[in-house]
Structure formats: C-alpha cells, structure tokens
C-alpha cells in the first residue's frame, strides 16, 4: 500500500540550511531512511522545489495519528537516531521544519472525476 492511499497524509518541508544539501542527502540515505523502514513508515518519493533546490519535500501515509504518534515516538526513541542527534560532530542541516497532516477531504471523489 502506498503513502498516497493511505487514510492520513503527512506533508513533511524542509528548508535547508545553505551548503547542506549533501550532507542532509547523505546523512538521510546513511540513516534516516534505513530508519523509516525499521520503524514502518510508508513514504511515497522525496521532491525538492523548483524553485528552491534548499527545499525538500516528502509525504508519508498513516493509517491513523495514533498510529502516526507512536511511530514517530519509537523513530525519535531509536538509539541510533539519538546518537546521531546528540554526537559531538552532528551538524544541524535543516533551518525550517513544517509538517502537516492531511485527511481525505471527499472519500468517493477519484482522481478519474477531477481529471475529466
């Protein structure tokens, strides 16, 4: 089941910090997404704006927010994650977080009545 099909859809943005776009690439490939699987987060694909190559945008789908909250709180729990948060040679890269949770507006709405 993809993020997109999933009841709750969270829009998570990111405005990196100037020159750490790389860092926050590879510090996410090293650990933050090993990480999503391991905790059972459904992303659906990374964007950056166009507009805006600092700006990094994913979406993740939940079935519920307390499914949401308890995922998020084992991710932010994980002890590797920790480590890395709290290591003497961490370098923040994210200036601006925004993260917002969305709920099907129109259930029987398909994306074949919008489009026709």
Do not use: N
């Amino acid at each position: 089941m993809t993020a997109a099909s999933m009841p709750l859809l969270e829009v998570r943005t990111y405005h990196l910090l100037p020159d750490r776009r790389e860092y926050f690439e590879a510090r996410s490939r090293r650990l933050t997404f090993p990480l999503f699987r391991r905790h059972g987060f459904r992303v659906e694909r990374f964007w950056t704006a166009t507009d805006d190559p600092l700006t990094v945008v994913y979406l993740l789908g939940w079935e519920s927010l307390e499914e949401r909250d308890r995922k998020q709180a084992a991710f932010d729990a994980d002890p590797d994650w920790v480590a890395m948060m709290t290591a003497a040679d961490f370098e923040p890269s994210i200036a601006e977080a925004e993260h917002v949770v969305l709920e099907r507006f129109v259930e029987a709405l398909e994306t074949e009545e919008v489009v026709s």
